[in-house]
């Protein structure tokens, strides 16, 4: 039984490397075509490809129509039009587009997103899909206003602020990055927030820290990444969410969550 999920395992993983291979070898061969960057329709999001070197582009372009769909079913009974949502770790946009549909017109979307290379694109992709409740911030969260290192590996997707991370080992460049606190920088400017989502590589913790105030003032569902490849920020979020009173949508088992898997935190019951 072992080695047959091994093995299953081990095919997997090569049909995964030989989808990033060919579609790899399609966009860049169509980039060489087209003369630079250039924009793919996926019908839910347009989304651009630069040949930068950077992997999460590419995952974004094989699974982004799936991932889009997915994201859309498990969030929307939870994002409602007017809404407010936050979005920690928003990479191109992806997340906060979704969010932007679904909290419409009246909502409003406030993304962060401490590269500056990648926050290029995410300002591209906003102004590209007309994202015009999406307000876009240059920077990460935690507990206190400063300067850090953003540690980036090949893929955007697994930049890290932690210097003991696996990822931030193995990192091609290293970023000076601002890092703001959410409850002095977000606080006096909202009445209300309905919506976080968490997807920051092993500082869980930290943005949440940064942010306890308005948990516990408007106590917004959150949508936090968690997994093994960070156990002791993922261990300690859990314990701090729970210390707010808030529940699970499911049991939390972190070691078949290697990368990170996406959690749903319900805020206890109003009074």
Not at 26 to 32: N, T
Not at 147 to 166: E, F, I, Q, V
Not at 221 to 226: T, V
Request: net charge neutral; hydrophobic share 35%.
């Amino acid at each position: 039984m072992a080695q047959s999920m091994t093995l299953r395992r081990l095919a997997s993983r090569v049909r995964a490397r030989g989808r990033i291979a060919t579609m790899q070898s399609y966009l860049s061969l169509r980039r060489r075509l087209t003369g630079g960057p250039f924009w793919v329709d996926h019908g839910c999001i347009q989304l651009p490809f630069n040949g930068d070197g950077d992997r999460q582009e590419l995952h974004y372009h094989i699974d982004g129509k799936d991932w889009w769909h997915k994201e859309m079913r498990l969030m929307s009974p939870y994002v409602g039009l007017n809404d407010v949502a936050v979005d920690v770790g928003a990479n191109l946009g992806f997340m906060s587009g979704i969010l932007s549909k679904l909290t419409g017109p009246g909502g409003q979307v406030h993304s962060f997103e401490p590269s500056p290379r990648t926050y290029s694109k995410l300002l591209s992709v906003i102004r590209t899909n007309n994202y015009s409740n999406v307000s876009p911030y240059n920077a990460g969260c935690g507990k206190s206003e400063q300067t850090m290192t953003l540690y980036c590996p090949a893929s955007s997707g697994n930049a890290t602020l932690r210097p003991d991370a696996k990822m931030a080992q193995t990192a091609l460049q290293e970023q000076t990055v601002r890092i703001l606190k959410l409850d002095d920088f977000l606080g006096p400017k909202l009445d209300r927030l309905n919506f976080i989502k968490i997807d920051t590589e092993g500082f869980e913790l930290e943005v949440l820290v940064g942010a306890s105030e308005l948990v516990r003032r408007y106590k917004p569902i959150i949508y936090i990444e968690l997994g093994s490849l960070y156990s002791s920020s993922s261990e300690d979020a859990v314990r701090l969410l729970r210390d707010f009173g808030y529940t699970f949508d499911r049991e939390l088992v972190l070691d078949d969550a290697f990368s990170g898997e996406n959690f749903f935190a319900f805020p206890p019951a109003s009074n």
